[in-house]
């Protein structure tokens, strides 16, 4: 399928923010860090009586990984990527339940999921939005929110500050990027994607994000001076553009 955008029907002052799993619910931990979703509703509320407006694409975190982990202990290994693709899924539906109730009496009063039902009357200023089918991450998803809604900007919340062109948990070495073309991106995630997979864009995504022209910056997700200098278009901020 090939996707166009028009960039004359953009929406101003609105984003998609991609909240990665290892932000609010990290493997390390194996909880959700209750201090962080406090002050992640309090930044938001700031957000939006400034006239802002979010889609807030929720990651799997730790319950994503302890289910699969689960099932496959359960069955011996023998998991289809189907099977994963669906438990990290339902992972990314319950956390979308669970911010929803952040914003209960300012969002949109259902999480989206579906992605081939686009409503375009929601004027909601906050709108929660989970994982949709198996082949694709909630970083696809974001892509394809971004496209419906003709939002310019995906911000994708991780917990790293920004892109490397290695993994730095790995190689000491490796060298932080400020900026990156999609095909550059492409170059270090590959183009194959494959359940839980931890790349800083998933590849069938960056695929889809080249082919539209959306920019997305990766940043830390707990760094909310950070985040509110990308909101009001500040070029001094610490992040990776991908565009």
Not at 144 to 153: N, V
């Amino acid at each position: 399928m090939i996707y166009t955008r028009s960039m004359e029907k953009k929406q101003l002052n609105t984003f998609v923010l991609s909240v990665g799993g290892s932000v609010f619910a990290p493997y390390s931990s194996g909880k959700i860090d209750i201090d962080y979703l406090k002050a992640f509703e309090a930044f938001i509320r700031k957000q939006v009586a400034l006239k802002r407006r979010f889609f807030i694409v929720t990651g799997g975190g730790y319950t994503a990984r302890q289910y699969r982990d689960a099932a496959a202990q359960a069955v011996g290994g023998k998991l289809t990527d189907e099977d994963l693709d669906w438990l990290g899924v339902h992972a990314t539906r319950l956390n979308a339940h669970l911010f929803r109730t952040l914003f209960r009496d300012i969002a949109y009063e259902k999480i989206l999921k579906h992605y081939d039902l686009v409503d375009k009357k929601i004027d909601q200023p906050v709108v929660i939005c989970a994982g949709w089918q198996p082949g694709w991450s909630t970083d696809y998803d974001s892509v394809l929110i971004a496209h419906d809604y003709e939002i310019d900007t995906v911000i994708n919340l991780s917990n790293v500050d920004m892109v490397y062109d290695s993994d730095p948990k790995t190689n000491p070495q490796a060298k932080p990027l400020t900026k990156l073309s999609w095909d550059e991106l492409i170059k270090i995630v590959g183009k194959d994607w494959k359940p839980g997979m931890n790349t800083p864009f998933d590849p069938i995504a960056s695929k889809m994000a080249k082919q539209i022209g959306l920019k997305v910056i990766v940043c830390n997700g707990k760094n909310f001076a950070n985040l509110e200098k990308i909101l009001s278009g500040s070029a001094d901020y610490v992040g990776t553009t991908i565009e």
